[in-house]
């Protein structure tokens, strides 16, 4: 009985909060498609090419890495760097643990990148 009380007292409402923080609610909405720029819709289409079978744009579920949702509007990505337009260019282009490097040209890289901050 003691335990349990203390259980629900302490440590269920610190997991809710944890949840609560680290839920997709609490991340900012993603730009909708149709408000999209030019290059914000080219950088859709390298995404779908070279990352979509690893990554989840919408959510924050890993497929084979994590997924993507608002990852240019988190403090830190999964790795912990913050989500720097240099960062994210550095493990694009040259990959990092499982994750293979991607070739793109800079104006692919650029759109790209547009596109991530819509997310
Ligand atoms: C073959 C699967 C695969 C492909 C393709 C892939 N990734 Fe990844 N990605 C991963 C894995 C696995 C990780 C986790 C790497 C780690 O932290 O060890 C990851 C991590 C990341 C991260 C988080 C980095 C961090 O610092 O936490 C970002 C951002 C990312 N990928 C973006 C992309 C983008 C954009 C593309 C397309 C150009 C892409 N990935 C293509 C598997 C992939």
């Not at 720029?37 to 990554?55: L, M, S, Y």
């Not at 959510?59 to 608002?70: C, K, Y």
């Not at 913050?82 to 550095?90: D, F, K, V």
Request: some cysteine.
């Amino acid at each position: 009985m003691h335990l349990r009380g203390g259980f629900d007292r302490l440590i269920l409402p610190a997991y809710a909060a944890a949840l609560t923080l680290a839920g997709c609610q609490s991340l900012p909405p993603s730009k909708p498609s149709s408000e999209w720029t030019p290059q914000e819709a080219r950088g859709a289409a390298v995404f779908a090419q070279n990352c979509a079978r690893c990554h989840s744009p919408t959510t924050t579920h890993p497929l084979h890495g994590p997924g993507l949702q608002a990852i240019t509007k988190v403090k830190a990505m999964p790795s912990g760097a913050p989500p720097t337009g240099e960062r994210l260019t550095a493990v694009i282009l040259h990959g990092r643990g499982m994750m293979p490097p991607t070739p793109l040209d800079d104006p692919q890289l650029q759109d790209l990148l547009a596109y991530l901050r819509t997310l």
